[in-house]
């Protein structure tokens, strides 16, 4: 029982910011590595941005320079912040984590259940 839940999604004018929050919970010892993921209309699923344990990130080309990706290891919490946003940007945004569970077992993969982003005049 584990579960990754998203905020700060919404709809903003372009040019503008939006900061997205992702806490794991649940039956957890520690997280690795978390990462956000987006799915445009009509597109498949694409790396946005990620961060390893000890906090360095890997960026998707298309936000990279604009988007900061950020955690609190003590919350199981990982940060996107998302600046100068654009039309491309418009998508249902999912995070991910890997998770060693507190208990037997090896590591797990867990996913959020998304949040809308939509970059609009």
């Known amino acids: 029982q584990v579960q990754l839940v998203e905020s700060g999604g919404g709809l903003v004018q372009p040019g503008e910011s939006l900061r997205l929050s992702c806490a794991a919970s649940?039956?957890?010892?520690?997280?690795?590595?978390m990462g956000w993921y987006r799915q445009p209309p009509g597109k498949q699923r694409e790396l946005v941005a990620r961060i390893n344990s000890i906090a360095t990130a890997t960026y998707g080309d298309s936000v990279k320079g604009r988007f900061t990706i950020s955690r609190d290891n003590a919350k199981n919490t990982v940060y996107l912040q998302m600046n100068s946003l654009n039309s491309e940007d418009t998508a249902v945004y999912y995070c991910?984590?890997?998770?060693?569970?507190?208990?037997?077992?090896?590591?797990?993969?867990?996913w959020g259940q998304g949040t809308q982003v939509t970059v609009s005049a």
């Open positions: 649940g039956n957890i010892f520690s997280v690795n590595d």
């Open positions: 991910n984590a890997e998770v060693w569970p507190d208990g037997p077992g090896g590591l797990e993969q867990h």
